[in-house]
């Protein structure tokens, strides 16, 4: 217990010697560094689960305190660990696929240039996960929350250093700040109204507080939830976060620190118990997410955008669930949808690396035929999101529907809603294995020039008609104008970037597929942490709840049963339908990938022309503002050019004179209200 | 009657003036006060070594060595820093004290901001010397100035009189003006030490306009006896008093370059010669910010709080958002930074409008960061201004990740710090002043405060892509920094190690720091016995 620090000072150590000495270690020895130190934290992760679970139930809380930070009068902020159920449980798949997507990495990122700083990166972005989801209190939670952040600007932008691409990574950072404000807020409230930011002092609290101050608390920190974890209104920046290199998509953008808004709202709930309708609020912004994000995927044909949206997708479903308080559920499936969304990742990655870094998915086709691992891993992670029993998703995904139907008068409602997804999400994964994995060699035959123009009407090729998007969207972005950013992973470290009809696609190598095979495993049966059939199987929810305060309980038998037909139904459904698509060819893709879709709903589109045009008029009033008051003669005096002459004359003629006027200017306006004070 | 009594005409007990020493002790004749020196020890180290230094220099046949100002400077800051120690003690110890007749106040304020004084000369003259040969500019002269007008800024934090604040005031300007402008190869150091003299003595006649209407009201600038005067005395009519408020803020809110006084600040920062810019942006702000909360929270705030209050909170609300949002804007590094130190001012004036110890404690502990991490800017600055200093533009900083990694990460470190980054001093400066303000119902500007810190952080990071992203290879292309090669000497370095050092200690490990402010307690007593 007292190992606890190591957890995250592990990668941490990792991060300062690369630091040092990463660029000498160089390809591979410092991605070999970089996996150990992950994978050692995971060692000592496994190693307090273990001792964790031997302690009695309710004693599960061990707080290590390092040392007082911030000493100031009645608050203290102090450099501690919270190991309990919650934080165990994290610290062990963060960990443990931190480790398998660092080992990825070091075959992916061969050859790269800055090989050593990506697993720089990588280390601090593990440290400052597990210090996220460590910390004892809502600041360091929030130090890990910005860390996090930060890690994710710097490795979406990794490979892209041209504007359009950096625009990515300054959406990312701009859409993100929206939410770090609001869980700014959200710790002050918090503080105004406990005294304290310690979890351990929230929950023995928590139920004398008004209703009113704890909707608003939940509101504030559903608002930074909402940000990190990519939900409406602010999902557009994941979509374009596919700009950084895959293993980051896998790890960062799917398993873990999109998920922190969900670990979040968890490790509040003792607040959200008393948040009333804040509960709806962010059950409801769940289902539409989770809805209007598979709509677009659908539509999609990048390979990443299509995982990218069911990521966000997938967050909707765990927002559901933890907004109808069936935390247990949500908590089940972040950890199945990590290792199944981590696996389609990698899958991907494998299949990008070996394509040439094409990944326009018009372009593939019959990859099973050169790539047996990839694609039968693939497979489990298909099975395991499209939810087809007994594989991972299945369950944790039967739990969270089951869990909303029970939810009050809204249950239903918000239950038809998550069917529908469960039937989309089925759809476009099936659509993308069959354009993937399935159908005729699409790059064969057709020269490397823009995608899409050129397609025949063959096999699974959508592309004949699906929209060229990337031409076609506007090319307004947040802060500048400049073009939209593509998600493509080139780079100048594998050299060559087109796919020639002649590409013979190969393998990747093993640190690759072991990865995939483990996390292929992890998928399939992650489901019996918590299987529905008796009590003594739902080990999750057991586990879990010594720290939820209040859980929506799962509706009973009959119920359960029905409901899980109608999920496996869906599962069908959703698959048939892509098959009777794309295979049979009996409808026309094209009346299913809609233009609107394509563009995501022109919902980004439509907040570059916001934020774009008033937004930066805004800010260029005021630089022309400025510029007229106060930069203007200076500017034209430039590096000092010019005569002290005509410098002095400058000056007397109008320069300090408007300075003086300001100033006089000012005082005025002190005197004004001095005279408003007096009693003459 | 005329004239002082005599004994032979006994005059009635209670028409006895007590409470005039002079007069009392001696009745004829010119009285020199009490004269406690180890009391004011430090400041009497700066400006005599500042005296000394110019003699030594003008003695010694044929030049000095370029490093004898520089070394004799340091070591005199640090002597200074070290007699506070003692100082200190004794005030913890035995309490404040007021000496030479009530005209300075020996107390834990004054002597912290005394420190902090130190520690910015310390920087700036380790700055200066790679700069005054880099640039060939020959002479101890701007060392004597460093020295003089730290004299200055000591004097005025720890002034208990208006007059003499004033003339603390005038000292550390006049050094400063004259070194704005002592860059002879640049024009632009030449108006921008005009441009801040003709400024400079505008406000400064504000503020003695101020001080005389607070004499007219009160009847004494003794800050002690102004307290006294109005804790006892309820004023019918106190226009004059008012107005003399708002005229003292005037002057206060020019030295530390609050909105809308502010307007001198990004072409004085831009032209002055950088590590006067370094020493300006800390120094000189430390002592104003010194002098205003002695005069407003010290002896008007428990008072006259409520009248003076909502004028700083506009002040600070404006220093705010014109800081910060005027900084997004810039091209030019030096103006950046100019604004966004205009946007910690901002920060400062919310402690200050706290009106409160927390308040002065936050403010205090500000500084001391602020200090560290403007330093180290402008440090880093001095050195990438290159030969010329001029070298300002945004675009010249592009690469420097790939030329001087290391340069490129400290400068990494002293933006992250001055938005406000955890673990780093400016994180906890700025948690302090906003704490401080919430305990006394600021919710509003608290929460300014923290929306200003999240667009100043945008302006930071800009600079941090400039360095870090825009010259990275991409397609085979490479973009290198720019211009002449950019070289370190060793004082800076020595400069930019401390700065970062502090600021990171001050971010890790607050604990004893926060405390000593804590104990910098300003208050203001009688004459001792």
Not at chain 1, 435 to 443: C, H, I, L, P, S
Not at chain 1, 620 to 642: E, M
Request: with cysteine; charged share 10%.
């Amino acid at each position: 217990m007292d190992l606890i620090w190591l957890v995250p000072a592990l990668p941490l150590l990792g991060f300062l010697t690369l630091l040092v000495a990463g660029p000498r270690m160089g390809d591979p020895k410092s991605g070999w560094f970089a996996t150990g130190a992950v994978a050692a934290s995971f060692a000592v992760a496994v190693a307090l689960f273990v001792d964790l679970q031997s302690m009695p139930e309710y004693e599960r809380q061990v707080t290590q305190t390092l040392y007082t930070w911030m000493p100031s009068g009645s608050f203290e902020v102090s450099i501690g660990f919270l190991l309990d159920p919650l934080s165990s449980i994290m610290i062990l798949f963060i960990t443990g696929i931190g480790a398998l997507i660092h080992l990825y990495s070091i075959g992916y990122m061969k050859g790269d240039p800055k090989f050593s700083k990506f697993f720089l990166y990588l280390n601090l972005f593990l440290a400052s996960m597990l210090l996220l989801v460590l910390g004892d209190n809502l600041l360091l939670t929030f130090l890990g929350w910005e860390g996090v952040g930060v890690c994710s600007y710097l490795l979406i932008s990794f490979w892209h250093t041209e504007p359009a691409n950096a625009t990515a990574g300054k959406k990312a950072f701009v859409t993100n700040r929206i939410g770090d404000a609001g869980f700014m807020l959200g710790t002050f409230l918090v503080f105004v109204t406990f005294g304290s930011i310690n979890y351990a002092d929230l929950r023995p609290a928590a139920t004398g507080i008004a209703a009113v101050t704890a909707t608003a608390i939940a509101l504030l920190f559903f608002v930074g939830a909402i940000g990190k974890s990519a939900q409406i209104p602010l999902f557009t920046w994941l979509p374009d976060a596919m700009a950084g290199p895959t293993p980051v998509s896998a790890l960062i953008h799917a398993a873990t620190m999109v998920t922190a808004g969900v670990y979040l709202i968890t490790r509040l709930n003792p607040i959200m118990a008393q948040a009333g309708w804040a509960n709806d609020v962010i059950a409801w912004t769940g289902a539409v997410t989770a809805l209007v994000a598979a709509t677009i995927a659908v539509a999609q044909t990048d390979i990443k955008k299509v995982l990218a949206y069911s990521t966000v997708s997938q967050l909707g479903y765990m927002f559901m669930a933890v907004g109808t308080q069936t935390y247990v559920a949500g908590v089940f499936h972040m950890i199945t949808h990590a290792f199944f969304k981590a696996l389609l990742f990698l899958g991907a990655g494998a299949v990008i690396y070996s394509m040439a870094h094409e990944q326009d998915m018009r372009r593939y086709g019959n990859l099973r035929k050169y790539l047996p691992v990839t694609f039968v891993t693939f497979f489990v992670g298909w099975l395991a999101i499209a939810g087809v029993p007994p594989l991972s998703g299945f369950w944790s995904k039967d739990e969270i529907l089951a869990g909303v139907f029970n939810y009050g008068a809204a249950g239903p409602a918000l239950w038809v809603v998550g069917v529908l997804v469960a039937i989309l999400t089925a759809f476009y994964m099936t659509r993308q294995l069959i354009m993937v994995f399935f159908g005729t060699e699409q790059w064969r035959g057709v020269a490397p020039v823009p995608a899409g123009a050129v397609l025949g009407a063959s096999g699974a090729g959508a592309g004949d008609t699906a929209p060229e998007q990337e031409a076609e969207s506007p090319t307004v972005q947040l802060g500048e104008g400049s073009d939209e950013p593509t998600a493509h992973d080139d780079h100048t470290g594998h050299g060559d970037h087109h796919l020639m009809p002649s590409h013979e696609p190969k393998e990747a190598p093993w640190t690759m597929l072991a990865p995939l095979v483990v996390l292929a495993g992890m998928a399939a049966i992650a489901g019996l942490m918590n299987l529905p059939f008796s009590d003594q199987f739902k080990r999750l929810e057991h586990w879990l709840y010594p720290m939820i305060v209040f859980e929506n309980p799962l509706p009973e038998g009959p119920t359960l049963v029905g409901l899980a037909a109608v999920a496996i139904a869906a599962a069908v459904v959703g698959i048939w339908f892509a098959f009777f698509v794309y295979v049979k060819r009996r409808l026309d893709p094209a009346r299913i990938e809609l233009p609107i879709l394509a563009e995501g709903w022109k919902i980004d589109s439509t907040y570059a022309a916001v934020v774009g045009g008033p937004g930066e008029a805004t800010f260029q009033g005021v630089a022309d503002a400025d510029a007229r008051i106060v930069d203007g003669a200076v500017n034209a005096v430039g590096r000092g050019s010019l005569g002290l002459g005509t410098l002095l004359r400058k000056l007397q003629t109008g320069l300090v004179r408007t300075y003086a006027l300001g100033v006089a200017i000012g005082t005025v306006a002190l005197l004004a209200f001095i005279v408003t004070r007096m009693n003459l | 009657m005329f004239g002082l009594p005599t004994q032979d005409e006994p005059i009635p007990f209670d028409e006895l003036p007590l409470d005039d020493p002079l007069l009392f002790d001696e009745p004829a004749g010119v009285v020199i006060p009490d004269i406690e020196w180890s009391a004011i020890a430090p400041n009497l180290i700066l400006m005599l070594g500042g005296i000394l230094l110019l003699t030594v220099v003008s003695l010694v046949r044929g030049r000095t060595p370029s490093w004898f100002s520089a070394v004799w400077t340091i070591s005199t800051a640090v002597f200074a820093g070290v007699t506070l120690v003692p100082l200190w003690q004794r005030v913890q110890d035995d309490g404040a004290e007021s000496v030479m007749a009530g005209a300075i106040g020996l107390d834990g304020f004054s002597l912290f901001v005394t420190g902090v004084m130190c520690l910015s000369v310390v920087l700036g003259a380790l700055l200066l010397e790679g700069y005054l040969r880099r640039e060939g500019l020959a002479g101890p002269e701007w060392y004597v100035l460093l020295l003089l007008s730290a004299s200055g800024g000591v004097t005025m934090a720890s002034a208990n009189d208006l007059i003499v604040m004033f003339i603390g005031l005038e000292i550390l300007s006049v050094a400063v003006y004259v070194m704005a402008a002592m860059h002879s190869k640049r024009v632009s150091s030449q108006e921008a030490g005009l441009k801040y003299f003709v400024l400079g003595a505008f406000s400064s006649a504000f503020l003695l306009y101020g001080i005389a209407m607070v004499y007219g009201a009160t009847g004494t600038t003794n800050l002690v006896g102004i307290q006294q005067f109005l804790s006892e005395t309820v004023l019918t009519q106190n226009g004059l008093l008012l107005a003399g408020f708002a005229f003292m803020l005037v002057g206060f809110g020019f030295k530390v370059g609050a909105v809308p006084f502010h307007n001198w600040t990004p072409d004085v920062y831009q032209g002055a010669p950088s590590p006067v810019v370094a020493y300006m942006a800390s120094g000189v702000k430390v002592a104003g910010f010194a002098g205003m909360i002695r005069v407003f929270v010290v002896t008007f705030g428990p008072t006259y709080g409520a009248d003076w209050r909502p004028m700083v909170y506009a002040l600070a609300m404006l220093s705010l958002v014109v800081g910060s949002f005027g900084a997004i804007v810039q091209t030019d590094v030096k103006r950046m930074l100019a604004y966004s130190s205009i946007s910690h001012g901002g920060f400062i004036l919310v402690a200050v409008a706290a009106n409160s110890e927390a308040g002065t404690a936050a403010a205090l502990f500000y500084l001391l960061v602020y200090t560290f991490m403007i330093a180290g800017s402008f440090g880093i600055v001095t050195i990438m201004g290159r030969t010329g200093d001029g070298l300002h533009a945004l675009s010249d900083y592009r690469g420097l990740s790939k030329a001087r990694p290391g340069l490129a990460l400290l400068f990494t470190v002293f933006l992250l710090a001055q938005a406000g980054v955890p673990f780093t001093g400016g994180f906890l400066a700025k948690f302090y002043v906003i704490n401080s303000s919430v305990s006394q119902g600021q919710y509003v500007l608290a929460l300014i405060a923290m929306s200003a810190a999240v667009v100043a952080a945008f302006l930071y990071l800009r600079i941090v892509v400039a360095m870090y992203f825009d010259g990275n290879t991409y397609r085979g292309e490479s973009a290198t920094l720019a211009g002449p090669k950019v070289r370190i000497p060793a004082a800076a370095g020595v400069a930019l190690g401390i700065a970062v050092v502090g600021t990171l200690w001050l971010g890790i490990l607050p604990g004893q720091m926060t405390s000593v402010a804590g104990d910098a307690v300003a208050q203001l007593v009688a004459i001792g016995p």
